[in-house]
Structures are given as C-alpha cells and as structure tokens.
C-alpha cells in the first residue's frame, strides 16, 4: 500500500471520531438552544426580532476569528472546548429561523379548532404547532447540519482534531493526497448526515414511523462507527498523556512526530495537536493547555517580548529563557541546535546580479520595469521584522508589492518567476533544491531564530518528561534538519517517516 495512504488511514478513526464529536455535540447543544428559545420568540415578535439579529450577528463573523476568540474567551484553552463553543454558536440561526417560520406557518384556524377543543396551550404546541411545524424545523436543522460538518474542518489551528487535519496538513506539504482525502472525506460525511436527517424530514411530513426508525438507527450506526475510536480510549490502561502542539508548516510537522516517538518510548501517551497555530500555541503552553511545543527565539524576542534592538543568538537566548521563566513559567529545556530564521531568498542569477547582499536589493529595484514583488508567509508582512527590513535597506512602498502566500508556494512561486524575491526559512531544503541562495544581510534585519523546547509550567515539574525530551537539547544541526524538510518537501516522505530518519541521523533511534 501506498506510504502516504497509509499514514492516512492510520489516522482516519482519531480525525473522524474528532470530527463527528465535535459536529454531533454542537448540533445537539444548538437544537437545545434553539427549539425552545424558537417556541418563545414565535409568541413574542419583539423577542424573535432580537434573537434572531444576535444570531445572524454570529453567523457574519469568519470562522477562525471566531475560533480564534474563543481561545481568548477560555484563557488558552484550545482543541474541543473553543470549538464546541463557536460552532454551537453557528449552528444556532438555521434552526431558531426555521422553528419560528414554522410555527408562525401553522394555519391559525387549525390551532383556534384545538384551542375550541378544550386543549391548552401546552398541548395545542406540542399535538398541533410542532408536528406541523417539523418538516420546516428538520429542513433547518440540515442546514445546519451541513455548515457545521464543513465549518468543523477548520478547528485545527486552534488545536481542533478533525477531517481537516488532513486538509492543512496536505496544503502545508503539498501532499495532495491527504488534502483531496480529507475534503472528500468532509463532503461525504456532511452528505450521509444531510440524507439521514432528510428522513427523519420525510417521516414527519409522511406521518411514517419506518422511515423514522430508519433515520434513527442510521444516526446511531454512524454515531456509534465515528465515535468509537475517542470511546476506545476510556477503556486504555491509564497512563500520562503528553501534549504536542506545533505549527502549520514542515518542519514543525517532522519536528511533531520526533517529539511524539520520544514520548512514546518513555511511556507516555501521546495527544498531538498539528497545524496549531502560533499565537494559539503560545496561549495554550502558558496556561498548561499543552505540554512542550518547539518555537523560536525571535519569535518570542519580537512577538511576546516586543523588543526592537538586536543582540547576537548567545544573549538572545539567555534574555528569552529568563523572560519566559519570569512571566509565564515555562521552562526552555534549551536549543535543538540548529536555526530557522527569516531570509531574503532569491534565484541563483539574481544573487549573482546582487553580489549576494541585501544592500543591493533597493538599487537593483529601481533598475527593473514595475514594482519589486516581495513573497512571503501570511504574517511577515505584519511583523516588524518587516518594518525594520524596509528601513535598512530603503523598501519604500512605491516600490514594493507584498504577496502574502502559503509558505509551502512561495519557493516555486520565486524560481518559476511568479514572484521576484521570497522571505525563505533559512532551514529549508527547497533552497538548495530549487536553486535558491539567501542573500546577507550586513545590516541584521532579522534576529536569531534558534529552535528552542519548551515546556509549561506544569509539565517542567512532571517526572519523565525532562528526561524523555533532554537528549533532544543541541542534537540537531541545521544540515539534518535541511535534510528532513527536504526528504517531505521534495521527495515527498511522509513526516513520521522523515522524522525517523532524522532520530537515527543524531544517533537517538531507539
């Protein structure tokens, strides 16, 4: 079989099981928010006014701002909780807008007839109003049982586990593979929930009890499938779980499953939490949400402590260990021993042009026809690494177009001429593979970005764990490292696969 394949369906019950938790247990809390908040708006207009514009207000916000919100709401929590929170908040609108047009729908003299029958209200809602209305309320609840199962593919940058693991995961490493896998995957999955639903819509308006039971048990036989790998795990032997959060690139995907085979052999349990991103993953080590996470130094140099003068890798590192020590309780076990910083990268005759330095970046602009077109990944542009690049080398805005891309895109993006220069990560193996060069930078634009390991507060004081990750501490060189982002990059290795090569080529293969 297939490498790849392999390693998709390996993960096929985690990353389903996750999916259709999260997606059932949103769309079961929405329908106990919505039907009986529906039943009182459809009495009250001014009520139905209000709840509705609140849930269309929801509904206008993107989905990873809110999801993004929800970690900052709970204090760094992330995976389940966050995202139960914002797609039950989505899932709200269809079915309170269908349970009030439907109970609104009801012939009125149909309820005057019960009402002349002695029924209370009570009864004349739930005999006459419901069982009319339901066809109306079950379309709604297929809507929203749709938007929820596509929406759920996008929790995995807040730590979600679900469908769309495969997706971010296949864009970030151009396995394209993994990415049609888990968008078929999604489709499939929203259209067997859509169906069932859309028989117990047809029993309603039929009055048929098969067709009823036949959506009922089509649920529980889907429900209990997906769920039976998060159920199996109740049963397991009891044993530490461990943590891994990293982001949403290669080499945090290799570096994931090098942690991962560490922990394992010293006999803890595993919770990987990939394509989580930055700031997430920061939120979430200070507040003991994840155990160990690898970052960088210029990362928490620049974003978390906001400084803007440069010192050499030595004192940066000594300034960020203490900072994080000091603030946050998180322990920096150390360097990996190799580092991935920011670079200008450009094709190898153009380096040539340029003497290899940034100094000649600006002049050598003003030569070409049209604007400079700078790529990069998605945050550089805000960073102030990027305002500090501009200053030192004169990069004016009347000279420059910023093209913020994928990261995985941009290095072919640059050799095939879509782009003229690329903000590279010095670290990786298409450099060299597709004839880059990283230009000097004599000005020090960018700081260090030395590959640090770092626990939380709670998991520096857990016995094993320092012990499992230590060897892991100045055993890595930027060569191996190159080496394993090449193997997926290019020769297109699955990460768990390079990730052992890599344990072997620094002598920690168990």
Known sequence: MNEHLAELLNRLPAYLGGHLLLSLAALGCGLVISLPLGVLAS?????????????????????????????????????????????????????????????????????EAARGLGMTSRQTLLRVELPLAAPVIIAGIRTAT????????????VGGVSLGNYIFGGLESLNHLATVFGCVLAAVLAIVLDQLVRLLELAARRRSRPLAWAGAAGLLLVLAGGLYEPAKRLFEPATERAVIATGPFTEQHVLDAVLARRLEDAGFRVDRRPGTSEGIQFLALFHDQVDCIVNYTGNVWTLLMKREDFKDSR??????????????GVVCLGP??????????????????????????????????????????????????????????????????ELAMDPTLMYGAVRDGQVDVIVAYTSDGRIPAYGLEVLKDP????????????????????PGLKEALGPLVDAVRLEAMRKANYRVDVDHWTARRAAEELLERIGLEK
């Open 146 to 157: 749709v938007l929820v199962v596509g929406t759920a593919t996008l929790v995995t940058p």
């Open 443 to 462: 000005q020090r634009a960018f700081p260090p970005y030395d590959a640090i390991l770092l626990l939380s507060p709670a998991a520096s004081r857990r």
């Open 336 to 401: 990996l021993g190799f580092e991935n910083a920011y670079a200008i990268a450009v094709p190898n005759d153009v380096a040539r042009e340029l003497d290899g330095s940034l100094e000649n970046l600006a002049a050598w602009a003003k030569r070409r026809r049209g604007k400079l077109r700078i790529g990069g990944d998605s945050q550089f542009f805000t960073r102030p690494e990027w305002t500090r690049l501009r200053e030192l080398y004169g990069l004016y805005d009347g000279k420059i177009e």
């Open 315 to 328: 004192q940066t590192l000594a300034e960020v260990r203490e900072y994080l020590r000091k603030e946050h």
């Open 43 to 111: 009495r009250r207009p001014r009520l139905a006014e209000c709840a509705l514009g609140v849930a269309g207000v929801v509904q206008t916000v993107p989905s990873l701002a809110l999801l993004a919100l929800m970690v900052l709401v709970l204090a760094g929590r992330i995976g389940f909780l966050p995202a139960f929170i914002a797609l039950t908040l989505y899932s709200v609108l269809p079915i309170l807008a269908n349970t009030i047009t439907g109970i609104r729908g009801v012939d009125p003299s149909l309820t």
